[in-house]
């Protein structure tokens, strides 16, 4: 069966500083992948996607980034957090129609 | 564009008894899908139900029914017995085109359900 695994589960960093969240999926090949955003009681904002190694596609300009190294690896990444950058990053894997989502990444900017 | 709507930002209901979660959409792809997930406090997104929009008939999963009614654009989420479990925010989201070679999923900005015993 698939699984899909996102680290760190938490994290806490300052304004400036540099950003590195890892999404991995176990059980299948060529996965469709994506970056999601949560800001603290609202809905989900759709930041990256991606079809295959080495194509983004980015849904909002921000100082985020994103980049898929390998198949079934999706990083999201910022040169310097800003405190807007706060709130819950989920990773999801999509086959067809259905999209499957990671344990999350609470990420607080102080 | 696509566009989710949940109008109700909270709902409480009482153990055993069903709960209707509204969403509308709007959209100008005439071919898309519809999906319920679940968020209890712990984060992750569970899916629940799924309805395609050429789907004749109403999608059910268990104590889950979603109430299609593709002329109005509604998506409703029907909750049966509800279950202090089921205690959690729930987010309507909507899929585009389907060949396009990737799906991506725009959400509305969920119903908060607290189910009372």
């Known amino acids: 069966s698939q699984t899909i695994h996102q680290w760190p589960a938490t994290l806490v960093q300052p304004v400036g500083s540099p950003l590195s969240l890892e999404c991995t999926v176990e059980?299948?090949?060529?996965?469709?992948l994506y970056w999601y955003r949560q800001a603290a009681g609202r809905g989900l904002q759709l930041l990256f996607y991606?079809?295959?190694?080495?194509?983004i596609s980015s849904e909002v300009p921000q100082n985020l980034s994103a980049s898929r190294p390998q198949d079934r690896q999706f990083i999201l990444s910022s040169k310097k957090l800003l405190l807007s950058d706060s709130g819950f990053y989920l990773c999801?894997?999509?086959?067809?129609?259905?999209?499957?989502f990671g344990p999350g990444t609470r990420l607080t900017v102080l | 564009a696509q566009k989710i709507t949940q109008t109700q930002p909270g709902m409480f209901v009482q153990e055993k008894e069903a709960v209707t979660l509204d969403c509308t959409y709007d959209?100008?792809?005439?071919?898309?899908?519809l999906f319920w997930y679940k968020q209890p406090s712990s984060g992750e997104m569970i899916f629940l139900i799924y309805?395609?929009?050429?789907?004749?008939q109403n999608a059910t999963e268990g104590r889950y029914s979603l109430n299609f009614q593709k002329a109005r654009k509604s998506a409703n989420l029907v909750i049966s017995a509800s279950q202090l479990g089921d205690s959690a925010m729930y987010f309507c989201?909507?899929?585009?085109?389907?060949?396009?070679?990737?799906?991506?999923?725009?959400f509305g900005k969920g119903t908060m359900l607290l189910v009372s015993p």
């Open positions: 999801a894997w999509a086959k067809r129609e259905w999209q499957y």
């Open positions: 059980g299948t090949s060529n996965p469709n």
């Open positions: 991606s079809v295959g190694i080495g194509q």
């Open positions: 959209t100008s792809d005439p071919s898309y899908g």
């Open positions: 309805q395609g929009s050429y789907d004749q």
């Open positions: 989201a909507m899929r585009g085109l389907p060949n396009s070679g990737y799906s991506t999923l725009t």
